[in-house]
């Protein structure tokens, strides 16, 4: 004998079907947009410009950062701009540099020992930014920046320092550039989606400290890429990573200044190097030559 189905059971089924079909679609709409989507593993050492790169994908492919975005950041370049002249007095220290003008003393303490920097609007206090600007016009600070690399002061405190006046102000509003410049610790993992013609590109932006690495490792499932960004402008630096698949020689302006300008040449670091003195190295023969 047959089973007779109600009204009430046909339009429940009429529902169940229409709902499959929904899902299918989306799975297949997914399973399309998958198909163009590419999965790039950005990794690299602590303070290599790894947040700089994905930050300049999404201002040239993705709009940029928003009004409320640049605000955000406000915070973080005050602190960047603090902390390093913080770290130019230490290192001052290290390197035996006394400041040209004694009265700068007692702003050299302001910083050193500033807790709570800024007001309820996250403006910079007016003693504090003060004091960072009679410290910006000692000579002896000036020399002691000059000199960051022998105390692993960031590439970008000059920067900061240069923009002092507009950073400090009242009304103060970061800029795009101001926002490349800013250096955050990324903690954990953090996705930046964006598309070049027809591709979606999803890149990911790791921890480059080894107590980070557990995070990220779990990120290799389905990736097509690995980018690993080195810094150019650190040879003279000692660092020990792990190799990787691509390598991205990152800061070019920077290796550029230290040849070119500071006198700090490859051949003081790579005794086979043979090229001129004043000049860049055109291309690598080797891993071990360079023209």
Request: with cysteine; net charge positive.
């Amino acid at each position: 004998m047959g089973l007779c189905l109600g009204p009430e059971s046909s339009a429940e089924q009429r529902q169940a079907r229409l709902h499959s079909d929904r899902i299918d679609r989306a799975l297949y709409e997914h399973a399309k947009l998958e198909m163009n989507a590419v999965k790039i593993l950005l990794l690299g050492a602590a303070e290599s410009g790894k947040s700089t790169l994905v930050k300049q994908m999404k201002i040239i492919h993705h709009h940029g950062f928003t009004e409320e975005e640049l605000i955000s950041f406000k915070p973080a370049v005050l602190d960047n701009l603090l902390g390093s002249m913080k770290y130019v007095l230490q290192g001052m220290g290290m390197l035996r540099i006394n400041l040209a003008n004694p009265k700068n003393t007692v702003h050299a303490q302001t910083v050193l020992s500033c807790g709570r920097c800024v007001d309820e609007d996250s403006a910079l206090l007016p003693f504090v930014a003060q004091a960072l600007h009679c410290l910006w016009a000692d000579s002896q600070v000036k020399l002691a920046t000059s000199r960051g690399y022998e105390f692993e002061l960031n590439d970008s405190a000059h920067y900061f320092f240069l923009n002092m006046s507009r950073i400090t102000a009242p009304a103060y509003r970061p800029t795009q550039t101001d926002v490349l410049r800013v250096r955050l610790r990324t903690s954990g993992i953090i996705e930046t989606q964006f598309k070049i013609r027809s591709l979606v590109i999803r890149l990911y932006d790791v921890g480059g400290q080894r107590a980070e690495r557990r995070k990220w490792i779990s990120c290799f499932e389905d990736v097509r890429t690995v980018l690993f960004v080195t810094a150019l402008s650190g040879y003279d630096m000692t660092l020990l990573e792990d190799p990787a698949a691509i390598l991205f020689l990152n800061k070019i302006d920077l290796f550029q200044e230290k040849i070119l300008h500071l006198g700090r040449h490859l051949r003081h670091y790579f005794a086979q190097y043979r090229g001129r003195l004043n000049s860049l190295p055109q291309k690598a023969v080797s891993g071990d030559q360079f023209t």
